[in-house]
């Protein structure tokens, strides 16, 4: 008995979805040894116990078909796989996605990497049009020893300010009213205004010591120094913070962007999942009417073949007896009747004949004590009378002999009558004998057609499956070498001829693809056209095999008038 390779097959998948490998050579091979056939199945059973299988099995038990031993075993390994497929699913996924975004892009990756270039474009120009530029410089560096001079002096430069900023009084008074004081009535106010003073005064000091840059617009005039020293704080701040608030704006906007081909990604992917589950869902309404119909149908049919064999006898013996009694056997049948009813009549003459001498032989009996006991005067005359009557017997008794081994004659004919009407078959046997032949040939054409089949569905996907190959190996040959075509314009168009060469060879070998199917259609139609014609000739068969038919019957009825005329 052969290992099923479904068997180990699947126990094999199953150990190798959990992670442990498994030597296993699942080809066929045809008269195996029970030594191959054990040997298949050990590495099995020695990679179970490292599995933890709390069920054990011996290689014989696989070979030799026991599933009551390879049942839980089964059952466990399949439990053990789906649980590692539950565990592993969500890396084998990321790693998927992570193959998938090294070969292939997303339509919105696509749109972004194409706004990418302009985007930092921009954004450097933005920087440059922003950046810190210059705007004066000091000459009397030396002369400042405080650090904090010396760091609002450089901001001083680049036009910014340091410390506290300038307040105008009239600011302060209507801030004053706002909170429902009047001005110069507490003395933080007069604080404020002292240290307002004194910081201006000390940034006219420091501005006096600097000279304007020469900018490419020209120099700087007076009147722009002092109306950057008269900026206020506040207004600095504000747009400052302006310009943070759009900076993390563009910022965000452009993680959205990178971030929108993920997300759309995953929102396919649920979606796809919800698909996916819905189908499923209702795959197993309609397996689980197909099994229930399924059954209901295998019952029906069974009680169709009982009854339909039933009915096939009974046709089978009527034909057989309608067949027995025609034209042709009939001379033969009424010979037999007339040896059979012959045989009976020589049966019964025969039990007649020996009730007969048995009587007969009775009375002489009865007659020869009679005449024993009369004396001897007659005994000669008795003797005689003796004599003849045992020549009668005798002769009687061969002649039974005689008619016995006549009997046994006549049965030995009618036997051999009998084997060779037997040996003759009949219309209704032919007739079987030709359903199946017709059976048998159907079934060779359908299993030929189907291996025909299948050779045409394999050389289709051998050959779909080497141009894709071919397919993949061009598109990788493009991928590699493209940045290297397009760093030069030599090397470009060179890229170029070459890629229309490879445009032109996959024309011609579309036109030979053509070229094939248009000739393999001819081939078809040709086909079909001398199917068309023998059809023709099978319906011409079979009418004028009816019309034969129908004048042997007609034939067989005027026969049988003439005779009984």
Not at 190 to 196: F, G, L, N
Not at 305 to 313: A, G, L, T
């Amino acid at each position: 008995m052969e290992i099923p390779l479904q068997v180990v097959g699947g126990m094999t998948w199953c150990i190798t979805t959990c992670n442990f490998d498994v030597d296993v050579d699942l080809l066929f091979q045809e008269n195996s040894t029970i030594g191959q056939k054990i040997a298949l199945t050990e590495s099995i059973v020695a990679v179970l116990p490292r599995m933890k299988c709390p069920h054990r099995i011996e290689p014989h038990q696989i070979q030799g078909l026991d599933f009551i031993h390879i049942f839980p075993v089964v059952q466990w390994l399949v439990k053990k796989a789906i649980e590692t497929r539950e565990e592993m699913g969500d890396y084998i996924r990321s790693f998927s996605i992570s193959q998938f975004n090294k070969s292939h892009k997303m339509p919105e990756d696509e749109l972004f990497e194409k706004g990418k270039e302009k985007s930092l474009e921009t954004l450097s120009n933005v920087k440059d049009v922003y950046k810190p530029q210059r705007k004066y410089r000091r000459h009397d560096v030396d002369k400042l020893k405080d650090e904090e001079t010396r760091v609002q002096s450089t901001l001083l430069e680049y036009g910014r300010q340091y410390g506290v900023s300038h307040v105008d009084k009239d600011q302060k008074e209507s801030a004053a009213k706002k909170k429902g004081l009047l001005p110069g009535m507490t003395k933080d106010t007069v604080d404020d205004e002292d240290d307002a003073e004194a910081e201006e005064e000390r940034i006219k000091a420091l501005m006096s010591g600097m000279s304007a840059m020469e900018m490419k617009e020209g120099k700087v005039a007076a009147s722009a120094v002092g109306s950057l020293v008269g900026l206020k704080s506040q207004e600095i701040q504000k747009i400052a913070s302006e310009f943070a608030q759009k900076q993390a704006e563009r910022e965000q906007t452009e993680k959205q962007e990178r971030q929108g081909g993920v997300q759309q990604h995953k929102r396919i992917t649920t979606a796809l999942k919800k698909q996916i589950e819905a189908q499923q869902s209702k795959y197993d309404e309609l397996s689980a009417k197909h099994k229930q119909l399924y059954s209901a149908y295998v019952e029906t049919k069974e009680m169709l073949d009982k009854v339909q064999e039933e009915s096939n006898k009974i046709d089978q013996e009527m034909e057989e007896i309608d067949q027995i009694e025609n034209s042709e056997n009939q001379g033969i049948l009424q010979t037999l009747r007339a040896l059979v009813a012959k045989n009976e009549s020589l049966k019964k003459q025969e039990q007649e004949f020996k009730a007969q001498c048995k009587e007969e032989m009775a009375k002489l009996k009865q007659n020869i004590e009679k005449l024993k006991e009369e004396g001897n005067e007659a005994d000669s005359e008795d003797k005689e009378r003796v004599t003849l009557i045992d020549k009668q017997y005798n002769a009687d008794k061969e002649k039974l002999h005689k008619i016995r081994l006549l009997l046994a004659k006549k049965n030995r004919e009618i036997a051999a009558l009998q084997r060779k009407i037997d040996e003759v078959p009949s219309r209704a046997e032919l007739s079987q004998y030709q359903r199946r032949f017709v059976e048998l040939y159907n079934q060779v054409a359908s299993k030929h057609i189907e291996t025909k089949q299948f050779f045409t569905l394999y050389n289709t996907l051998e050959d779909t499956k080497t141009y894709l190959n071919k397919e993949v190996q061009l598109l990788n040959s493009i991928h590699d070498n493209f940045q290297t075509a397009m760093s030069s314009p030599a090397n470009k168009e060179a890229f170029l001829k070459q890629f229309e060469q490879i445009v032109e060879g996959v024309k011609q070998n579309k036109a030979k693809a053509e070229k094939k199917k248009q000739e393999e259609k001819m081939k078809r139609d040709q086909l079909s056209d001398q199917h068309q014609d023998l059809i023709e000739k099978q319906r011409l068969y079979f009418k004028t095999v009816k019309e034969f038919k129908e004048e042997c019957r007609k034939n067989e009825i005027l026969l049988s008038k003439l005779r009984s005329g």
